[in-house]
């Protein structure tokens, strides 16, 4: 069952189908903490960039916002997706070329939403790498891709603001409590 | 007698004429330095400047990895992609900007398919010599809605350093530290459970 669904449009089959107790998210995407990890510049702007777009991309949202849209403060259901890098391996595709087995770029973030009030809705840590063809930037691409099919398969009930005020919960990506 | 070097006579009248053209020419190459080197830093911040970039990612409406002109008049930085509409770019709308550098096997996607139908793995031992060092630059700007885009260019070599140059005696600030990637080793952090 699609629990993370469009409500609005009531032709949705999550639990709450079209009793219209679900409804469809905004999400802004905030900027790429690099925490602890020397993390280059370009590949912060472009693990960010390509989120927007995969998410964009997923139709799971109504609005995908980017860090600092004046339009957030309008929009009453949204999520914040923080996303905090854990570990990076830088590769080369010069080695990956010649040796394939060795050169390759990896990358692991943490990646939560956030509903306005601070509570945790979903939380994985999603890796993305280039290990054959393709730049180093291509495991940003990868990444982002792999955090949005993370989103998108969760179990995550997204439920309405006056439900969840009255129920207050915080779900697991599983789907528990 | 065979001689590898005769003894130059001194006398002769031609002397004179070898010093003045030893002159000239330490002058010349002098001249020619201190005019390189006038060249590599900008010196007007109102001329504009262009270069050939590729655009990685970032800029609205406009496709990735294709091939432009980045252009720099007044406070406007303007990137017009080959026979397509330009993106601009207000300079007091960027919020940083950063130099980093990457290498990256040539030749695409033919080359990829050449090199792996090579026999004997003869496309590796290409492999090794069919990469170029790139410059790549990354700018952070915010729109009229106040969100945040990024932006990733790549240049050639050495251009990255210039086109900083121009953008910063522009007022654009500039991150302290250079891109690094392949320089570093493995970083790990592991933060507790919230």
Same mark, same amino acid.
């Given at each position: ?56 991309? /997923?139709? =799971?949202?109504?609005? *995908?916002? &980017? !860090? @600092? ?38 990358? /692991?973030? =943490?990646?939560?939403? *956030?509903? &306005? !009030? @601070? ?40 439920? =309405? ?17 | ?194």
């Amino acid at each position: 069952m699609d629990l993370l669904c469009g409500g609005l449009r009531h032709d949705c089959h999550c639990i709450f189908g079209s009793a219209g107790w679900c409804t469809q998210w905004s999400v802004q995407v905030e900027r790429i903490d690099p925490g602890r990890v020397d993390l280059a510049h370009s590949f912060q702007v472009a693990i960010y960039e390509n989120l927007l777009e995969e998410l964009d991309k /997923t139709k =799971r949202f109504e609005y *995908v916002l &980017r !860090e @600092g849209d004046s339009k957030a403060s309008e929009i009453p259901d949204l999520l914040t997706l923080k996303t905090m890098v854990v570990k990076y391996t830088p590769g080369s595709e010069t080695r990956r070329a010649v040796t394939t087995v060795s050169g390759a770029t990896k990358l /692991t973030v =943490r990646s939560q939403l *956030v509903t &306005r !009030e @601070g509570r945790i809705v979903m939380e994985r840590t999603v890796n993305g790498n280039v290990r054959f063809f393709g730049s180093n930037l291509r495991a940003t691409h990868n990444l982002a891709r792999n955090i949005a099919k993370a989103i998108k398969q969760s179990n995550v009930a997204i439920v =309405r603001a006056s439900y969840r005020d009255t129920q207050p919960q915080t779900l697991n990506a599983d789907g528990t409590q | 007698m065979y001689r590898l070097f005769a003894p130059r006579n001194h006398n002769s009248g031609c002397f004179g004429g070898y010093a003045l053209l030893t002159l000239w020419a330490l002058w010349l190459c002098s001249g020619s330095g201190a005019l390189a080197q006038s060249t590599a830093a900008p010196a007007n911040t109102s001329t504009p400047f262009s270069t050939r970039v590729t655009h990685l990612l970032g800029l609205p409406n406009t496709k990735r990895n294709c091939n432009g002109t980045l252009s720099i008049q007044d406070s406007v930085l303007h990137f017009q992609p080959n026979g397509k509409p330009g993106v601009q770019v207000n300079m007091a709308s960027v919020l940083n900007l950063s130099l980093g550098d990457e290498s990256k096997q040539v030749g695409g996607l033919p080359a990829k398919l050449g090199k792996a139908a090579a026999p004997y793995g003869a496309g590796r031992v290409v492999s090794l010599f069919a990469h170029k060092k790139y410059d790549t630059l990354t700018l952070e700007y915010v729109d009229s809605n106040g969100g945040v885009h990024g932006a990733i260019f790549q240049l050639n070599k050495g251009q990255g350093e210039l086109v900083r140059n121009e953008l910063v005696a522009r007022g654009v600030s500039s991150s302290s530290g250079e891109d690094q990637p392949t320089k570093q080793s493995t970083s790990e952090v592991t933060h507790e459970d919230k």
